[in-house]
């Protein structure tokens, strides 16, 4: 018996030997829970000691939880062994348990969905030592489609804002929405998680802040404190939609904790990659790339949510993800590709100021094609230094510079049309008065009125006048000045064979000279419409 104690002794001297050999290299060193030689319930990684060795009793041995040395069967075992944030319980969790779980068709579309992304995520969390759970966040944000767009214009599956995504470097112009990129939206959204969480060291306090704001939540701390109530996110007023977000978040963890308490059936996510990275080194079409890969145009969409072009621009999009066997079979076919060019569309820095139909005559495209391709409101003019996405012609050999792919943008201004007016000439009113005071060419004054140009006007006398629709309707509340009740019937100009509809010209005082033949250029138009808004 003294034998097979000592031999006992000797062995757990031995490991805890071990375990101190390793302690020095161990990441896990520094934890708190390193720090008592003890691991926190639920953890998967092992444990070293920091103290000086000696022998163990029975009951601390016994005490010691075990490190299993069997990786997780999927990717929802990975998940539960990574919980780390404190259980929410409250009326609004089971309600929400209840609203899943009665949809089992919607978890299931979700989850599925959630196949393509769930690895790279958790690897992301537990390189960061964040919990698991919140890789379960894209399923409250955007039921992880990262082509998802809120009304307040959030996107992607983490749903991040415009200025909030410029604020994590999220890349956004013409030719990618970086938002909706996989890497980089998730990278940007733990970024602002982990900041959250440093400013309120709380979860679910930082988890309110990422849907609400951090500055909301901050203020709604400071109205308790100065209440002298608690500041918990329990006891914090604010919006509905941010009273039930944690809970929200809580019951999808409850349903992955234990699918089957709630009747729920999960699909497999393999515990392995389901993506891998591959360089682009030419603009190429998506269409090919997905062809060359061998995947279908909407896999190869849903891991490259961010091109929202026909083409990828290398110089603006350096990388794209393809499925782990499939990365092997792009390279061998870009390698071998010798049908023609890789990319059949560019881009085209506007020079100068000008209509769609200009610029779809100057880059050889239909009028309907540019506006769809581009997105080109109506009514709206392309400025000068916007960058168009145009067919790429056989003589251009070049990609597009990484200036372009970096700064691309368009931008619009509205189409200046003029509607007929007349105004009461004034006492010693002339041609050259009434073109000085609306800023218009004293011929086409003289024109419009079948007079000389330095014909002089009797008082009261009607004068016709082209004015830019905002400027007529302005001249309303003028001394002796009306607006015709009826407007001489006119021939429609024509843009690319369509009509010229009324558009609001830009607020100010400066009115574009009118051509002499102005007439043949403007469209009837309603008293009293509503000047055409700009669509975003």
């Given at each position: 018996?003294?034998?097979?104690?000592?031999?006992?002794?000797?062995?757990?001297?031995?490991?805890?030997?071990?375990?101190?050999?390793?302690?020095?290299?161990?990441?896990?060193?520094?934890?708190?829970?390193?720090?008592?030689?003890?691991?926190?319930?639920?953890?998967?990684?092992?444990?070293?000691?920091?103290?000086?060795?000696?022998?163990?009793?029975?009951?601390?041995?016994?005490?010691?939880?075990?490190?299993?040395?069997?990786?997780?069967?999927?990717?929802?075992?990975?998940?539960?062994?990574?919980?780390?944030?404190?259980?929410?319980?409250?009326?609004?969790?089971?309600?929400?348990?209840?609203?899943?779980?009665?949809?089992?068709?919607?978890?299931?579309?979700?989850?599925?969905?959630?196949?393509?992304?769930?690895?790279?995520?958790?690897?992301?969390?537990?390189?960061?030592?964040?919990?698991?759970?919140?890789?379960?966040?894209?399923?409250?944000?955007?039921?992880?489609?990262?082509?998802?767009?809120?009304?307040?214009?959030?996107?992607g599956m983490w749903q991040f804002m415009p200025a909030t995504g410029t604020d994590f470097d999220l890349?956004?112009?013409?030719?990618?929405?970086?938002?909706?990129?996989?890497?980089?939206?998730?990278?940007?959204?733990?970024?602002?998680?982990?900041?959250?969480?440093?400013?309120?060291?709380?979860?679910?306090?930082?988890?309110a802040a990422y849907n609400w704001g951090e500055g909301s939540v901050s203020r709604a701390i400071a109205?308790?404190?100065?209440?002298?109530?608690?500041?918990?996110?329990?006891?914090?007023?604010?919006?509905?939609?941010?009273?039930?977000?944690?809970?929200?978040?809580?019951?999808?963890?409850?349903?992955?904790?234990?699918?089957?308490?709630?009747?729920?059936?999960?699909?497999?996510?393999?515990?392995?990659?389901?993506?891998?990275?591959?360089?682009?080194?030419?603009?190429?079409?998506?269409?090919?790339?997905?062809?060359?890969?061998?995947?279908?145009?909407?896999?190869?969409?849903?891991?490259?949510?961010?091109?929202?072009?026909?083409?990828?621009?290398?110089?603006?999009?350096?990388?794209?993800?393809?499925?782990?066997?499939?990365?092997?079979?792009?390279?061998?076919?870009?390698?071998?590709?010798?049908?023609?060019?890789?990319?059949?569309?560019?881009?085209?820095?506007?020079?100068?100021?000008?209509?769609?139909?200009?610029?779809?005559?100057?880059?050889?495209?239909?009028?309907?094609?540019?506006?769809?391709?581009?997105?080109?409101?109506?009514?709206?003019?392309?400025?000068?230094?916007?960058?168009?996405?145009?067919?790429?012609?056989?003589?251009?050999?070049?990609?597009?510079?990484?200036?372009?792919?970096?700064?691309?943008?368009?931008?619009?201004?509205?189409?200046?049309?003029?509607?007929?007016?007349?105004?009461?000439?004034?006492?010693?009113?002339?041609?050259?008065?009434?073109?000085?005071?609306?800023?218009?060419?004293?011929?086409?004054?003289?024109?419009?009125?079948?007079?000389?140009?330095?014909?002089?006007?009797?008082?009261?006398?009607?004068?016709?006048?082209?004015?830019?629709?905002?400027?007529?309707?302005?001249?309303?509340?003028?001394?002796?000045?009306?607006?015709?009740?009826?407007?001489?019937?006119?021939?429609?100009?024509?843009?690319?064979?369509?009509?010229?509809?009324?558009?609001?010209?830009?607020?100010?005082?400066?009115?574009?000279?009118?051509?002499?033949?102005?007439?043949?250029?403007?469209?009837?138009?309603?008293?009293?419409?509503?000047?055409?808004?700009?669509?975003?």
């Open positions: 018996m003294k034998f097979i104690a000592a031999t006992c002794l000797a062995g757990s001297l031995v490991l805890a030997g071990c375990a101190s050999t390793n302690n020095s290299s161990s990441p896990s060193s520094t934890s708190p829970q390193a720090a008592t030689g003890t691991r926190a319930a639920g953890s998967a990684s092992p444990v070293y000691p920091r103290d000086a060795l000696s022998p163990l009793s029975s009951g601390q041995a016994h005490s010691q939880s075990v490190v299993t040395l069997a990786p997780p069967t999927d990717m929802w075992d990975r998940i539960r062994r990574g919980f780390k944030m404190p259980n929410l319980e409250s009326d609004l969790v089971r309600d929400r348990e209840q609203w899943y779980a009665s949809r089992p068709d919607y978890i299931q579309r979700m989850t599925e969905r959630s196949n393509k992304y769930m690895f790279h995520i958790v690897e992301e969390l537990e390189r960061r030592n964040m919990p698991t759970e919140l890789a379960l966040l894209p399923y409250i944000e955007s039921a992880f489609n990262p082509q998802a767009v809120s009304s307040a214009r959030a996107a890349k956004q112009n013409i030719f990618r929405d970086d938002r909706r990129d996989v890497l980089a939206s998730t990278r940007a959204a733990l970024d602002y998680l982990q900041k959250l969480y440093g400013m309120f060291g709380d979860w679910q306090l930082a988890l109205k308790n404190q100065r209440l002298g109530l608690p500041t918990t996110y329990s006891d914090l007023t604010m919006p509905a939609e941010t009273r039930l977000y944690v809970p929200k978040l809580q019951a999808v963890k409850n349903i992955v904790a234990n699918p089957q308490a709630f009747n729920a059936e999960l699909p497999l996510i393999a515990n392995h990659p389901y993506f891998q990275t591959v360089t682009l080194t030419r603009d190429l079409d998506v269409e090919l790339a997905a062809k060359l890969a061998d995947v279908r145009l909407d896999d190869f969409r849903a891991l490259n949510p961010a091109a929202h072009k026909p083409v990828l621009i290398a110089a603006g999009t350096p990388q794209i993800l393809l499925p782990w066997d499939n990365a092997a079979v792009f390279q061998r076919n870009f390698d071998a590709y010798s049908q023609g060019q890789y990319a059949s569309w560019t881009a085209w820095v506007v020079p100068s100021t000008m209509t769609v139909a200009d610029a779809a005559q100057r880059s050889g495209m239909s009028e309907a094609d540019l506006r769809a391709l581009n997105n080109v409101p109506p009514r709206m003019l392309i400025k000068a230094g916007s960058t168009l996405i145009v067919p790429r012609g056989a003589r251009v050999k070049e990609d597009v510079a990484a200036v372009v792919a970096d700064g691309g943008h368009l931008s619009f201004q509205p189409e200046i049309v003029n509607r007929r007016t007349t105004v009461k000439a004034g006492r010693n009113d002339s041609v050259a008065t009434i073109a000085h005071r609306y800023k218009l060419a004293p011929a086409s004054v003289a024109e419009w009125n079948d007079v000389k140009p330095n014909h002089a006007f009797k008082r009261g006398y009607s004068v016709v006048v082209y004015l830019p629709i905002r400027a007529a309707a302005a001249t309303r509340v003028g001394a002796g000045v009306s607006v015709a009740a009826r407007a001489r019937p006119v021939t429609p100009g024509k843009r690319g064979g369509a009509p010229v509809k009324a558009a609001a010209a830009p607020r100010g005082n400066n009115i574009a000279k009118v051509p002499a033949s102005s007439k043949q250029q403007v469209v009837r138009e309603k008293r009293g419409g509503t000047p055409a808004k700009k669509k975003r």
